[in-house]
């Protein structure tokens, strides 16, 4: 059975002190310095149909072991099928500048699962480029 996913990424960048300033400042920082807005949507699959039952369910077993009942508990298998949107996504904003040489990027993002929003992530990155 194939593998299949689908992404989205858009991303807005808005280079602050360049647009206040008609000349380059001298501070690396603030000469760098984005505001950025960002958006991604994805799904990932098996087979041809991304919203089949192999893909939206999510079947969880539970054994009934209740020790009140004095045999250890009655050994009933309860079984829970979680259906859920193969479709998730993220939305959230952030910073990018330069600092000692370094890009430095600051994101805060919430992500989308099951048209859920989820709670606030923060990251903050050191890297080579952005």
């Known amino acids: 059975m ?3 996913f689908l992404l989205l990424n858009s991303e807005i ?3 602050v002190v360049q647009y206040l300033f008609n000349n380059p400042v001298r501070s690396e920082f603030f000469n760098n310095f984005q505001v950025i807005g960002f958006t991604d949507l994805g799904m990932a699959w098996y087979g041809p149909n991304p919203l089949s039952n192999d893909n939206t369910q ?6 009934d072991h209740d020790p009140n009942n004095g ?7 309860i079984k ?3 259906q859920k949107n193969p479709l998730v996504g ?17 994101d805060c993002g919430w992500g989308i699962d099951n048209l ?3 709670k606030r992530i923060i990251g ?3 890297s080579t480029d952005f």
């Open 116 to 118: 859920i929003l989820q």
């Open 58 to 63: 999510n079947p969880t077993s539970s054994i």
């Open 71 to 77: 045999k250890g508990g009655t050994g009933i298998i």
């Open 80 to 82: 829970i099928i979680d």
């Open 124 to 126: 903050l990155s050191l």
């Open 13 to 15: 960048r808005i280079p």
């Open 2 to 4: 194939n593998f299949l």
């Open 90 to 106: 993220g939305i959230g904003f952030g910073f990018r500048s330069k600092i000692l040489g370094f890009f430095v990027r600051m």
